[in-house]
Nanobody, 117 residues
Framework: QGQLVESGGDLVQPGGSLRLSCAAS????????MRWYRQALGKERELVAA????????DYADSVKGRFTISRDNAKNSVYLQMNSLKAEDTAVYYC??????????WGQGTQVTVSS
């Protein structure tokens, strides 16, 4: 059974940086496109960033472009989200998602990011 485990969430001041990690196990990681979503309290879950199976292409929500970078290491079965210039509105639970056409998707349990002074 596939599993995703996020880590790296923390309390950080505005303007600070965090790096989230997501470790995958139990499925063929390199065959799955990966995404980071976030859900703020009282709001719907939104897509933050996505990366292709090889890491050759990525895409970002307009709200994080230029500040966040998604990357992956297929040798380590891991995907990362580098978050810079954090703002209060980035406060949310961040979720890792793995998807592959015709196969069940996987979700992690989430990691809390709080941006506050």
């Amino acid at each position: 059974q596939g599993q995703l485990v996020e880590s790296g969430g923390d309390l950080v001041q505005p303007g600070g940086s965090l790096r989230l990690s997501c470790a995958a196990s139990g499925f063929s990681f390199s065959s799955y496109a990966m995404r980071w979503y976030r859900q703020a309290l009282g709001k719907e879950r939104e897509l933050v960033a996505a990366i292709s199976t090889t890491g050759g292409s990525s895409d970002y929500a307009d709200s994080v472009k230029g500040r966040f970078t998604i990357s992956r290491d297929n040798a380590k079965n891991s995907v990362y989200l580098q978050m810079n210039s954090l703002k209060a509105e980035d406060t949310a639970v961040y979720y890792c998602n793995a998807r592959r056409a015709g196969w069940a998707a996987y979700w992690g349990q989430g990691t809390q990011v709080t941006v506050s002074s």
